[in-house]
T-cell receptor
Framework: ETGVTQTPRHLVMGMTNKKSLKCEQH?????MYWYKQSAKKPLELMFV???????ENNSVPSRFSPECPNSSHLFLHLHTLQPEDSALYLC????????????????FGPGTRLTVL | GQQLNQSPQSMFIQEGEDVSMNCTSS?????WLWYKQDPGEGPVLLIA?????ELTSNGRLTAQFGITRKDSFLNISASIPSDVGIYFC????????????FGTGTRLQVFP
């Protein structure tokens, strides 16, 4: 138990569906992240939020829409996805975004296994 | 962009054997980290290395931050079945952010 929870754990959706992934952290952290993990590829950073403000969007298609209503919650809204978007989506949080020469450990949630049919 | 080359991709070993895996890059990193991911879970931090040349242990795990700051290795001694999983290296390219670059992972299988 890392203090970061994600729901749902598994999601199957059609290409025309709209769904949302939820992440919640109970660690009092200020920074939250969305990653995509595909087979045989490195974890891909998608979005970074610091104090509820999006600070990074790594060229992610607009069919993925993040939302961070407060520092404890992070959502990823999905619409008109493609089969190649099937992957494990991981949420992470860290104390702060600025390292100040000491890395602030990222704590990962268990992920949502997404399958797009 | 910055990339980490992690090897080997997979390892199949007997319980009790020692394991070694490494990560290399053409770029310099300020921090090197090693994570382990169990099936159905997210990655969990094993060891963090902050200085070039640093050698750090965590139980049966030992990791080193290369002198050139472009590589790192992880050793596991006397492997046990619960060591099974995927091991990722990750590098922090800048002190100004906690952003990480991840390697492709080493899948470890331990046979009794």
């Amino acid at each position: 138990e890392t203090g970061v929870t994600q729901t749902p754990r598994h999601l199957v959706m059609g290409m025309t569906n709209k769904k949302s992934l939820k992440c919640e952290q109970h660690l009092g952290h200020n920074a939250m992240y969305w990653y995509k993990q595909s087979a045989k590829k490195p974890l891909e950073l998608m979005f970074v939020y610091s104090l509820e403000e999006r600070v990074e969007n790594n060229s992610v298609p607009s069919r993925f829409s993040p939302e961070c209503p407060n520092s404890s919650h992070l959502f990823l809204h999905l619409h008109t996805l493609q089969p190649e978007d099937s992957a494990l989506y991981l949420c992470a949080s860290s104390q702060d975004l600025v390292g100040v020469r000491i890395y602030n450990e990222q704590f990962f949630g268990p992920g949502t296994r997404l399958t797009v049919l | 962009g910055q990339q980490l080359n992690q090897s080997p991709q997979s390892m199949f070993i007997q319980e009790g054997e020692d394991v070694s895996m490494n990560c290399t890059s053409s770029s310099i990193f300020n921090t090197w980290l090693w994570y382990k991911q169990d099936p159905g879970e997210g990655p969990v931090l094993l060891i963090a290395l902050y200085k070039a040349g640093e050698l750090t242990s965590n139980g049966r795990l030992t990791a080193q931050f290369g002198i050139t700051r472009k590589d790192s290795f992880l050793n596991i001694s006397a492997s046990i079945p619960s060591d099974v999983g995927i091991y990722f290296c990750a590098g922090q390219p800048s002190y100004n952010t906690d952003k990480l670059i991840f390697g492709t992972g080493t899948r470890l299988q331990v046979f009794p």
